[in-house]
């Protein structure tokens, strides 16, 4: 295979929303679109004994919630999508700004009945702050919501970004008659129970032909209001600001209905960028191009499969070809090891892959080689950047009746923290055998005591500690820590950052003061 041309037709993305907001449904109807699942309904919804596609445990299943995110591949318009899923409880955030950075772009969905919604906006600053390209789909227009306009300017004010709307909505709720294509003069007129739309030709916004589909004859005059204050406000579209992350294209539509899906897909496949170059942690730029391999992982996930009670530690490929079998540089291990089972994912479906490419995602598998954000190379010493690490906001301590069974117990856990499940903070004068877990939402506990419990037979008690946040210290001069600060506790993280824990924020002034030649940042790797 022609590495440069399969190179460039890798695109590589994440849908970001809120939960509610329909992520699994337009997932459905992408895949569906992509020639993935024959039917639509093949990937149901949360609801019931329906299972999603990308739900991997049973804790899922029976919650509701997607906790892990999985990578589904397909081909549109001659391109190779990796579609990377998030979950989207916010418990689970910092998974999504994991997958977020394997990601080159990202599609933001949101609820048009409810905008910008809280933890969108969260996961929006990490596309800002890495620049990264964003496509903007406002679902749910077969429900009255808010105003096109209103989604627009909420979008634009809370996030800190130009929209440039590539459809515009002709009425919403149960008067929703279709959307407007203003780069293609084209509208689509949908109807409730008709799978296709009718799709016809405008000589602009101002063609009387739209007038005949609409039912109420204030649904024309509000477009052509809408669309008159458009041309004047909405500039030009330039790939160059959707590149660096400042203007969005947006585009409406519902995914319950399939409304707008394979237009938001058409302009995800003209505008989503190839793989972009990374920079490393020396601050150098390594192309895709670049034909010598390099990856980095960013998610790794034990027993996917309880038949193979395996762990699978998640690659994105950076530069060069990735082959099975092929002999990597653990970076960080400072040793060659030999990726003999590699696999790429369709949800539930593992294949087996042979080669992957710049953008893509292979799972390989791990016989605990690997934590997040370790960088394997073919023989190039340099790493990526480490992956963020967010303070958590509840922490704990384990405890376990069975004494026999703690150092099983502290194995598990330091499992489960290279896993990114859960954070470790360890006392270096006590050790790695009792450490604290720090945890941003409390469903990450429930995930762990249930995982602990189904996948390593451990019956294990919380002890609640007092903390309330992290963070990370660091000298200001740049030089190394020493064992201990003044006036508090010096922990070290799994990648053995030192790290305070307190009770409040507020705490951190008295650290401060005593401290002077430090400064704590509440991210660690960003
Ligand atoms: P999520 O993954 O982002 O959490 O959302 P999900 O797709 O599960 O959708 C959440 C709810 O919103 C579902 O309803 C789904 O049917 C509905 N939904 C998604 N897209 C649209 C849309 O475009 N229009 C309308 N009206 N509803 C939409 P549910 O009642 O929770 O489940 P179900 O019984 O409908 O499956």
Request: proline share 4%; aromatic share 10%; net charge negative.
């Amino acid at each position: 295979m022609d590495f440069i041309k399969e190179t460039g037709r890798r695109r590589t993305f994440a849908i970001i929303s809120h939960p509610d907001a329909g992520k699994t449904t337009i997932t459905e109807k992408i895949l569906y679109q992509g020639g993935v699942i024959r039917e639509a309904g093949e990937v149901k919804g949360k609801s019931g004994t329906k299972a999603a596609t990308s739900d991997w445990m049973t804790m899922e299943q029976e919650r509701g919630v997607s906790i892990t995110s999985s990578v589904m591949q397909f081909d549109f318009r001659g391109l190779r999508v990796n579609l990377l899923d998030t979950p989207g409880h916010k418990d689970f955030g910092e998974d999504t700004y994991r997958t977020l950075i394997a990601a080159d772009c990202a599609a933001m969905l949101i609820d048009s009945a409810k905008g910008v919604e809280n933890q969108t906006r969260k996961l929006y600053e990490v596309c800002k702050l890495k620049k990264m390209p964003i496509f903007t789909f406002a679902n749910k227009m077969d429900r009255e919501g808010k105003e096109a306009l209103e989604i627009v300017d909420d979008v634009e004010s809370t996030l800190g970004i130009k929209c440039y709307p590539v459809t515009w909505p002709i009425g919403m709720g149960d008067l929703f008659a279709g959307l407007y294509h203003r780069l293609e003069n084209k509208v689509y007129h949908y109807t409730k129970g008709k799978v296709e739309p009718e799709i016809f030709d405008v000589t602009g916004w101002q063609d009387e032909k739209i007038k005949a589909i609409c039912r109420e004859d204030f649904i024309y005059d509000k477009f052509l209001e809408e669309m008159e204050l458009l041309e004047i406000a909405i500039d030009p579209f330039s790939k160059e600001e959707f590149l660096q992350g400042k203007v969005s294209p947006m585009s409406f539509g519902s995914a319950k209905f399939n409304w707008g899906v394979d237009i938001f897909l058409e302009i995800f496949a003209d505008f989503a960028p190839p793989p972009l170059p990374r920079l490393n942690r020396a601050g150098e730029l390594i192309e895709p191009e670049n034909k010598k391999f390099s990856g980095f992982v960013f998610k790794i996930q034990a027993n996917m499969d309880r038949k193979h009670r395996d762990r699978v530690a998640f690659v994105r490929v950076c530069s060069g070809q990735f082959e099975r079998g092929m002999k990597v540089l653990h970076v960080r291990l400072k040793r060659d090891i030999r990726l003999s089972y590699a696999t790429q994912f369709m949800a539930q479906d593992r294949e087996t892959v042979e080669e992957a490419f710049p953008g893509d995602i292979v799972g390989v598998t791990d016989t605990g080689n690997f934590q997040i954000g370790d960088t394997i190379t073919s023989g190039q010493k340099f790493m990526y950047p480490d992956m963020p690490r967010f303070s958590p906001e509840v922490f704990a301590k384990l405890s376990i009746k069975d004494p026999l069974k703690r150092k099983q117990m502290q194995k598990a856990v330091l499992q489960l923290g290279e896993e990114g499940t859960v954070q470790i903070f360890v006392d270096p004068f006590v050790g790695i055998q009792d450490p604290v877990i720090g945890v941003v939402g409390e469903l990450q506990f429930d995930v762990l005591l249930y995982r602990l419990n189904d996948e390593y037979g451990l019956d294990v008690k919380l002890d609640r500690q007092p903390f309330g946040v992290a963070r990370w210290a660091h000298k200001k001069d740049g030089s190394e820590i020493g064992k201990s600060i003044n006036g508090g506790t010096l922990y070290r993280d799994i990648a053995e950052n030192p790290v305070v824990l307190l009770n409040r924020e507020w705490d951190l002034r008295w650290i401060e003061k005593e401290n002077p030649d430090l400064e704590f940042k509440s991210t660690a790797g960003l």
